[in-house]
């Protein structure tokens, strides 16, 4: 998934996720909230390099994974309105089908990512 994104592949990206696949992201922001299905997951990701005007990039550091969970640490840096930002995060993964059906993202510095994704 990270190398696909990497390399500029949402759609690779999105033939991992299920139809009917929620991403969830704390906080009070942009990107903030639950994201219902691969369209809600695809306007949340065009969202964010619109944003960032393609400066977004994030980079795999860790993981641990069986078949059904998968626990990702991964650094990502993006700028946006005279903004840098460079952070760890972690993802918690649930599969089903060999598919992502759950995303759950954990922020280093909560404060500092709704402070970069700020309405």
């Known amino acids: 998934m990270y190398d696909l994104i990497g ?7 999105l033939d991992l996720i299920a139809d009917d696949a929620i991403f969830h992201i704390g906080g009070d ?20 390099l619109e944003e960032t005007g393609g400066t977004f990039q994030t980079g795999l550091l ?9 626990v990702t640490l ?3 840096t993006a700028e946006r309105r005279g903004e840098r930002v460079e952070m760890d995060n972690f993802i918690v993964y649930g599969f089903e ?6 995303r759950w993202e954990y922020v280093a510095d909560q404060r500092a990512h709704d402070a970069f994704w700020r309405r």
Not at 7 to 13: K, R
Not at 62 to 70: G, R, T
Not at 97 to 102: D, F, K, S
């Open 7 to 13: 390399n500029g592949d949402p759609t690779g990206y």
């Open 29 to 48: 922001s942009i990107v903030a909230g639950e994201h219902r299905g691969k369209d809600a997951i695809s306007r949340l990701g065009m969202l964010v």
């Open 62 to 70: 860790s993981v641990q994974a069986n078949d059904s969970y998968s």
């Open 74 to 76: 991964h650094r990502w």
């Open 97 to 102: 089908r060999g598919l992502v059906v759950e």
